[in-house]
């Protein structure tokens, strides 16, 4: 027990020295992330499911959504059946652990078995343009 205390007297010596410097309160710390050089506010997420994602590109640009504004490939934008428009969602690429969060604003996919279409720029982001499709995690963020 002698030999496990004095393990952890310099890490609690540490931990307690940094505090001192910090003047951050609890409620500032939820919702907060710490990096090397910043605080970064996380969203909360509600994971959705996951399945195959495709991606649409420059053949479609300038057409209209089902939400009413033209399509932009170079947006981070995605089609998913139910989801209301304007959503953000996180699409997780399962086989490489890239991620991207994209605003719902059109219908679709209608290919059997896919879950959600994707811009051709955030499938740029998240390593599947050359693939055409992958295997994703969905996850909706809460504004």
Known sequence: MQ?????LMPLLLTVSAAGQDAEIT????SNTEFTD????EIDE????GGGMASYYGKELAGNRTASGERFNPSQLTAAHRSLPFGSR????????????????NDRGPFSHGR????????AREIGMHRSGTA???LALLDD
């Open 135 to 137: 295997r994703v995690k």
């Open 45 to 48: 997420e509600t994971e959705i």
């Open 3 to 7: 030999a496990f205390a004095a393990m």
């Open 26 to 29: 609890n409620s500032e710390i």
């Open 115 to 122: 879950i959600i279409d994707v811009s051709q720029a955030a």
């Open 37 to 40: 050089t910043a605080l970064v």
């Open 89 to 104: 969602v996180r699409v997780t690429n399962t086989a490489n652990g890239d991620s991207v969060v994209v605003r719902i």
